[in-house]
């Protein structure tokens, strides 16, 4: 019944991301709203002792992960630039210290886990630095080289 549940809040809040979307000019992920907004309520829920912990830990968590990578995939997108495997693992692992830290309630791991998620995502959608002019100038005059030559 929880997964049933789980299933509707989904589609409840992407059904209204869609809606805000066409409202609003920023865009917002339908999905990724009704994940996150679906695991946002199970551990508050859970945090008030109004959902037990045995029967909603996993699903949260499952909605978490999705959350993480999806973040990921999202950032990925923005940057119109690949990112290593190995960045990706790194800020992977910083999402899932900070879902691991909320999960178990403490508080330390999971402000240490999402601010460092917070700060890697931040460092990653910065706009690359233009290089300086000299460098811009043999970049031009190879262009115009390649084009002469093939």
Same mark, same amino acid.
């Given at each position: 019944m929880n997964l049933l549940i789980a299933i509707g809040s989904i589609i409840v809040i992407a059904g209204i991301a869609a809606v805000l979307n066409r409202l609003f000019a920023w865009k917002l992920c339908p999905l990724c709203a009704g994940a996150a907004g679906t695991w946002l309520w199970m551990i508050g829920g859970i945090y008030g002792n109004m959902l037990p912990r045995e029967s909603w830990q996993l699903l949260a968590a499952v909605l978490m992960g999705g959350t993480i990578v999806g973040i990921l995939y999202q950032l990925e997108r923005k940057r119109h630039t690949p990112i290593s &495997?190995? /960045?990706? /693992?790194? @800020?992977?692992? =910083?999402g !899932? #210290? %900070? &879902? !691991? %830290?909320? @999960?178990?309630?403490?508080? #330390? /791991? &999971? =402000?240490? %886990? /999402?601010?460092?998620y917070g700060i890697a995502t931040m460092i990653l959608m910065r706009k690359p630095t233009p290089p300086p002019a000299s460098e811009q100038e043999k970049i031009k005059e190879l262009e115009e080289r390649m084009k002469q030559c093939c």
């Open positions: &495997a190995s /960045v990706k /693992v790194l @800020l992977f692992l =910083f !899932y #210290i %900070g &879902a !691991y %830290g909320l @999960l178990q309630e403490n508080w #330390i /791991v &999971a =402000f240490l %886990g /999402v601010v460092s």
